[in-house]
């Protein structure tokens, strides 16, 4: 079974530029999850989709951030325009239920974004 | 205080060592417990996952988990070179939202 694959893999952009990651999650998976990790400090949650619904978005940069999961399965995460602190990993992971349901989630490799 | 707590680490053991690694955390609702290993540049794997208070046992690994306390706990028997990495703690309440602690970063010597 392939397992959360994520594109880019390294991505290194001036500040202000626009910049976009790309996730296909686990096949049959409903949750999809957006995480950034810091350097040195574990994940932290912008953004839950349960199938197309963004069902938490809390955490999301609204002015800055934004994502999308067209027909609940591949998704998209953007940032306009890139600030010098958005540089981290953005992580996709997956899991097979929805609210409510106890399974755990499985991780992309990642994407390390650099802003210059 | 933050949510999930965790001895950053490094930690330094020689190859056959029994390891123990620790988080704290403050929200009593959380009632599933996890733990992943995550190596340099890779994203986190799923080591062990615990529902509840109690322990569990896969292989070399031991997850234990006091609610009372609020403590969870790994212990890692006969320590392998291959186990260097960062492990970190997480923990949910209903399996919505995850929450990580930062990770202890462990190095096993041969």
């Known amino acids: 079974e392939a397992g959360v694959v994520q594109s880019p893999r390294y991505k290194i952009i001036e500040k202000k530029q626009p910049v976009a990651f790309w996730c296909n999650p686990i096949?049959?998976?409903?949750?999809l999850y957006w995480y950034r990790q810091n350097l040195g400090q574990g994940p932290e949650l912008l953004i839950r989709?349960?199938?197309?619904?963004?069902?938490?978005d809390s955490q999301l940069p609204k002015d800055r951030f934004s994502a999308e999961r067209l027909k609940g399965v591949d998704s998209t995460l953007k940032i306009q325009p890139a600030e010098l602190g958005d540089s981290a990993v953005y992580l996709c992971?997956?899991?097979?239920?929805?609210?409510?349901?106890?399974?755990?989630?499985?991780f992309g490799p990642g994407t390390r974004l650099t802003v210059l | 205080q933050k949510e999930v707590e965790q001895d950053p680490g490094p930690l330094s053991v020689p190859e056959g060592a029994i390891v123990s690694l620790n988080c704290t955390y403050s929200?009593?609702?959380?009632?599933?417990f996890m733990w992943y290993r995550q190596y340099s540049r890779k994203g986190p794997e799923l080591l062990m996952y615990?529902?509840?208070?109690g322990n569990k046992e896969d292989g070399r690994f031991t997850a234990q988990v006091d609610k009372s306390s609020k403590y969870i706990s790994l212990f890692i028997r006969d320590s392998q070179p291959s186990d260097s990495a960062t492990y970190l703690c997480?923990?949910?309440?209903?399996?919505?939202?995850?929450?990580f602690g930062p990770g202890t970063r462990l190095s096993v010597l041969p």
């Open positions: 997480a923990m949910t309440v209903h399996g919505q939202n995850f929450v």
């Open positions: 929200n009593s609702a959380f009632q599933y």
């Open positions: 989709y349960e199938n197309e619904e963004a069902v938490d």
């Open positions: 615990t529902y509840s208070s």
């Open positions: 096949s049959g998976h409903n949750t």
């Open positions: 992971a997956s899991s097979p239920g929805t609210s409510g349901s106890s399974d755990t989630q499985y």
